[in-house]
């Protein structure tokens, strides 16, 4: 399984942007997609789950401002980002758990087997 991310960039705090992860040699619509996250100098963080049935889970820090979705048909998986905050600044990774159980460990690292390799979100105040 390869996960290519997109969508990063430069942003004024307030602004929006959307990142996509786009999933090859397996198809992930029935698999548990997540987001994360890692700052300068921080360890990587949980930001979104999305379960096989289609449950979200946040993180706080983002709870009312971020949306994970997928699009089945494109193979895919969104994560769409407002109001955004100085500390949002983060390398943002996608990842996809491919074990029928991976949904039991969502909010950890351990629901994921696969990961792409990251876009940079850089927010300015």
């Known amino acids: 399984v390869q996960l290519q991310a997109s969508g990063g960039g430069k942003v004024q705090t307030g602004g929006s942007l959307s990142l996509s992860c786009a999933a090859s040699?397996?198809?992930?619509?029935?698999?548990?997609m997540g987001w994360y996250r890692q700052a300068r100098g921080e360890k990587r963080e949980l930001v979104a789950d999305l379960t096989r049935d289609d449950k979200t889970n946040y993180a706080d820090s983002v709870k009312g401002r971020f949306t994970i979705s997928r699009d089945n048909a494109k193979n895919t998986v969104y994560l769409q980002m407002n109001s955004l905050k100085p500390e949002d600044t983060a390398i943002y990774y996608c990842?996809?758990?491919?074990?029928?159980?991976?949904?039991?460990?969502?909010?950890?690292?351990?629901?994921?087997?696969?990961w792409g390799q990251g876009t940079l979100v850089t927010v300015s105040s």
């Open positions: 040699g397996r198809t992930v619509s029935k698999n548990t």
């Open positions: 990842a996809v758990g491919v074990r029928h159980d991976s949904f039991t460990y969502i909010n950890t690292e351990r629901a994921y087997d696969y």
